[in-house]
């Protein structure tokens, strides 16, 4: 019996000894996205780095020593905008890091991220089609759009751009808009552009940049978000807008819904903090900065629970 007593015994601190100082312990996962990102110290943001106002490059900027971000990832040090500020003030109410990815457009509002990153507030609109794949949070900017033409060029008005060509970046509203495809909850769409020729791009400022070489060069006319358009005037664009706003947009933080934890619990907090920030007047006071118009009041008053997401 007590040789018996004595082996279990040592079995006992044997065990207690390789729990303690060799074999690890097996780490739970993190319980769903929003945990994981707390966790991790760093929230993966996808931005376009070369769509000013909302977000651009920041030449000469010393990287941070001590980020947390990867090396292919920026650092908020690296960028500026409304929607930059957006991000990183995000980050800060969550207590992480911000760390910016640039994917290809059509690759975010495709959904199916990979868990590549974690969220995109980037000037995206809440559309019917992107709601199949993507989360929508709280809109944070209520923008208007509309049409810009070569500064020599004879159009009075949108609807004589009706068959001719019209440059967009490609997979957004104003693609859906020139094809009469755009739906968009909680928005009354009046199409008065009849089909016209469309030209894709890779962001609105390449678009935009073609239309600047001269009326009918390479295009007749662009559609964009006006800021972005009034913003390349002001740095002597030889463009004008053409008639005035065609619609608004809502923007919105935009989430996969195929990440692999359950991301819904980070949707929420996600409003949560966008809400608030329209609360306490941090999101018009970011809009401020860069334009000339209630870009925010809204976004807040968007009913975002009707959207019936979780339905």
Not at 46 to 63: H, L
Not at 229 to 242: D, E, R, T, V
């Amino acid at each position: 019996m007590k040789s018996t007593f004595l082996a279990l015994t040592k079995l006992v601190v044997l065990g207690l000894l390789l729990t303690a100082c060799g074999a690890p312990a097996t780490a739970e996962a993190p319980a769903d996205q929003l945990a994981e990102i707390l966790a991790r110290g760093t929230i993966r943001m996808a931005t376009d780095v070369a769509y000013p106002p909302q977000s651009e490059i920041v030449e000469g900027v010393v990287r941070p020593a001590d980020t947390k971000c990867g090396p292919e990832e920026h650092t908020a040090a690296e960028l500026a905008g409304f929607d930059i500020d957006v991000n990183v003030e995000l980050a800060r109410r969550l207590g992480v890091e911000p760390c910016f990815v640039t994917p290809n457009w059509e690759v975010v509002i495709g959904g199916n991220w990979a868990d590549r990153f974690d969220i995109a507030i980037e000037s995206m609109t809440i559309t019917e089609p992107r709601m199949e794949v993507l989360w929508f949070a709280q809109p944070y900017k209520s923008q208007p759009e509309g049409f810009f033409v070569h500064a020599d060029s004879s159009l009075t008005d949108p609807a004589e751009l009706s068959g001719k060509k019209v440059g967009v970046c490609s997979g957004t509203t104003y693609e859906s808009y020139l094809d009469h495809t755009l739906v968009m909850p909680g928005v009354d769409i009046d199409f008065i552009v009849e089909p016209a020729e469309i030209v894709g791009y890779d962001t609105d400022s390449t678009a935009l940049q073609d239309l600047a070489l001269g009326d009918g060069v390479r295009l007749d006319g662009v559609m964009t978000e006006i800021p972005l358009g009034q913003h390349m005037i002001a740095g002597g664009s030889p463009i004008k807008l053409l008639g005035g706003v065609v619609y608004y947009e809502y923007s919105a933080p935009a989430i996969d819904k195929s990440h692999s934890a359950d991301p819904i619990p980070f949707v929420l907090k996600v409003t949560e903090i966008i809400q608030e920030m329209h609360a306490d007047g941090t999101m018009a006071d970011l809009a401020a900065k860069y334009y000339d118009f209630d870009a925010t009041s809204g976004a807040a008053e968007y009913d975002w629970e009707a959207l019936g997401q979780f339905d």
